[in-house]
């Protein structure tokens, strides 16, 4: 199943440019809008699949705060900006809603990522910078920092990694995502689903 580019484009966040969107979607992201993954530790607990929101919802309620849970088409950390499982919005599992906070929220980690290296703008440094953005969005970690509770670094210019142009976007608040090693920091988990990759 293929991502619709017509909808990736009228919902991602607009300063967020569209080729870091299409490779933040295709390399973090779920083709299904109820995709929920699940992780504890190093051990993915299995799904089955879900046919409506409601389903997705009941499943996210149920693992919250005992496991790191992404959802939805971009992957998004569920527990992001909410203290209580109560809070947790259907708009998560609407494909445009998931699509704009998804994209609103990489376009932080990325301006937290840019920001480590420098701000640069060389092509060939770009690519380097999607790929550790990718990373800390699928870990929640960049170099010791919680990405998703990271202050917003703030509009940074720079071009895109060979692909077209560059990002930036406006941010969401959110949980701590924890490394597995590290118990005695955890809050609630956020999932990092089939991700492996390079450590950063």
């Known amino acids: 199943m293929a991502f619709d580019a017509d909808l990736l484009r009228t919902c991602a966040d607009p300063s967020l440019k569209p080729a870091i969107v299409e490779q933040f979607v295709k390399q973090a992201g779920s083709p299904d809008p109820l995709a929920v993954t699940v992780r504890s530790g190093s051990r993915v607990i299995l799904v089955p699949p879900l046919k409506t929101p409601e389903q997705a919802l009941e499943v996210v ?67 380097q910078v999607l790929d550790d953005a990718l990373h800390a ?42 490394p597995a090693d590290d118990p005695s920091k955890s809050g609630i988990r956020i999932d990092l689903s089939g991700i492996g990759g390079r450590a950063p």
């Open 61 to 127: 309620r149920e693992h919250l705060g005992k496991s790191v849970v992404r959802v939805g088409i971009t992957q998004y950390p569920a527990g992001v900006g909410i203290r209580d499982v109560s809070e947790l919005s259907p708009q998560l599992l609407q494909p445009c809603d998931n699509i704009r906070m998804g994209t609103a929220l990489f376009g932080k980690v990325w301006r937290v990522v840019l920001k480590w290296y420098g701000n640069p703008t060389a092509e060939d440094v770009m690519t």
């Open 137 to 178: 969005w699928k870990t929640g970690q960049f170099e010791g920092t919680a990405v998703f509770t990271a202050p917003d670094p703030g509009e940074t210019k720079a071009i895109a990694p060979k692909l077209e142009d560059a990002p930036q976007s406006a941010p969401v608040a959110e949980p701590q995502e924890t």
